[in-house]
């Protein structure tokens, strides 16, 4: 898998706003996508997936939508805290881990 | 639950040298998978391995290697250092539950060849 790290996207909100963060992936055959979250200095933590069988999945405070007609994933999270800025980034899997690919990230900043 | 554990933390190296990163999964997770982080080309897949078998491979030429062992820790090594392999080198386990593979990472080394 690669993915091509340009410059980082960036988003800011207001603290209490809700945050939409996109991912457009590349592969119409991937099945399987994650959200992953990235905190300065930190390995990535798993916030939420989804599997092509499905267009929606909620969490706590947080929903992905998948809309594999124009191949796109979103992340919205909730009433956005302090503690939700961090880069997000999306994966997408298919056939397993070898056909895995990354997006470049969306750098989320929550303005108190 | 302990999570996923990466050792050494931080790492100077020599061009020219090998280094050997170690992780250990969390307990029960069988699937282990390493990636390289760089500012330059973001996240990529490395190797995954299952039951101390190589089960998916990246595109990174043979410098970059791995193994798992029989409780699942696993290491991966890189000869012949050069200045690109400067990353952050992530360790993931996996389990598959009811809603799906669970994902973790851990921390990360962080490597930088001079």
């Known amino acids: 898998g690669e993915n091509v790290g340009l410059h980082l996207p960036t988003l800011s909100v207001q603290e209490g706003d809700n945050s939409i963060i996109n991912c457009a992936y590349s592969?119409?055959?991937?099945?399987?996508f994650i959200w992953y979250k990235q905190e300065s200095g930190k390995g990535p933590q798993f916030i939420i997936d989804i599997r092509s069988n499905m267009d929606k999945r909620q969490g706590q405070r947080v929903t992905v939508l998948l809309n594999k007609t124009v191949k796109h994933l979103s992340l919205q999270i909730a009433a956005t805290q302090p503690g939700d800025s961090a880069v997000y980034f999306c994966a997408e899997y298919s056939g397993g881990y070898q056909k895995v690919t990354f997006g470049i990230g969306t750098k989320l900043q929550v303005i108190p | 639950k302990a999570g996923v554990t990466q050792t050494p933390r931080y790492l100077i190296k020599t061009r020219g040298q090998q280094v050997t990163l170690s992780c250990s999964p969390i307990s029960g997770h069988r699937s282990v998978s390493w990636y390289q982080q760089t500012p330059g080309q973001g996240l990529q897949f490395l190797f995954e391995?299952?039951?101390?078998?190589?089960?998916n491979k990246g595109n990174f030429p043979g410098r970059f290697s791995g193994r798992q062992f029989s409780n699942s820790r696993s290491e991966m090594n890189v000869s012949t250092l050069e200045l690109g392999d400067s990353a952050l080198y992530l360790c993931?386990?996996?389990?598959?539950?009811?809603?799906?593979?669970?994902?973790?990472f851990g921390e990360g080394s962080w490597l930088t060849v001079v």
């Open positions: 592969n119409s055959a991937s099945d399987y």
């Open positions: 993931a386990s996996s389990a598959f539950t009811s809603s799906g593979n669970t994902i973790y």
């Open positions: 391995y299952f039951s101390e078998t190589q089960r």
